[in-house]
């Protein structure tokens, strides 16, 4: 098994570009979750789907999109991309069989963004 | 609301010492508690959990933590701490949600003198 796989490992955007960072999962997890990283502040939930084609937003949303269309795969979409989005970005995945049980998250190895 | 706290965002120990990081969280219901450890440059990897049970919990590489719900604390403990331990520790808490969201808090960065 290969895990959560994240590409790219690294980008450099220009403000207004727009990118899509992909997330794959072999595990056959049914939920999935996107982060980004900040310097001293932890990782902030941006996106997360609880099953193909369901999604929802986390604490830090705006500026991004997700879908998921395969338990695979969960993609994140940067629109209009603003230097405030330079971050390490971390996919996750868990396996929970009942509502209301919290799993382990296995992280993919991030994708480090830069907009300038 | 829910929130984790690290107090300490940077810590210095010698090879060898012993480690404690502190974590106390906030959560209304019965708390899903987790450590992870990060290496420069790499992903979050599980140190340890906890769902219920015995309240001190064993992990990976020799690192343990105490559940204390009267102080609403989590802190991880290593006996005797490596060189090769040097990396950021994040806690986090989540619930019985239907989503498995979790709540990190901000991470304690570990550094370990020769």
């Known amino acids: 098994n290969a895990g959560v796989t994240q590409t790219p490992k690294f980008r450099i955007l220009k403000i207004g570009q727009s990118m899509t960072l992909q997330c794959t999962q072999d595990?056959?997890?049914?939920?999935m979750y996107w982060y980004r990283q900040d310097p001293g502040m932890g990782l902030k939930l941006i996106y997360y789907?609880?099953?193909?084609?369901?999604?929802d937003k986390g604490e830090v949303p705006n500026g991004y999109n997700v879908s998921r269309s395969t338990t695979e795969d969960f993609p994140l979409r940067l629109e209009l991309a603003a230097p405030s989005q330079t971050s390490v970005y971390f996919c996750?995945?868990?396996?929970?069989?009942?509502?209301?049980?919290?799993?382990?998250?296995?992280f993919g190895p991030g994708t480090r963004l830069l907009v300038l | 609301a829910q929130s984790v706290t690290q107090p300490d965002i940077h810590i210095t120990v010698s090879e060898g010492a012993s480690l404690e990081l502190r974590c106390n969280y906030s959560?209304?219901?019965?708390?899903?508690l987790f450590w992870y450890v990060q290496s420069p440059g790499q992903g979050l990897q599980l140190l340890l959990k906890?769902?219920?049970?015995?309240?001190l919990v064993q992990g990976i590489k020799g690192f343990e933590a105490e559940f204390k719900r009267s102080q609403s604390s989590f802190n991880l403990r290593k006996p005797s701490v490596h060189w090769s331990d040097a990396a950021e520790y994040f806690c986090?808490?989540?619930?019985?949600?239907?989503?498995?969201?979790?709540?990190f808090g901000q991470g304690t960065t570990l550094q370990v003198k020769p």
């Open positions: 996750a995945s868990s396996y929970s069989r009942l509502a209301g049980e919290q799993e382990t998250q296995y």
């Open positions: 595990m056959n997890h049914n939920y």
């Open positions: 789907s609880v099953g193909a084609g369901i999604t």
């Open positions: 959560y209304g219901a019965t708390p899903y």
């Open positions: 906890y769902f219920s049970g015995d309240t």
């Open positions: 986090a808490v989540g619930g019985s949600s239907n989503t498995g969201k979790l709540i």
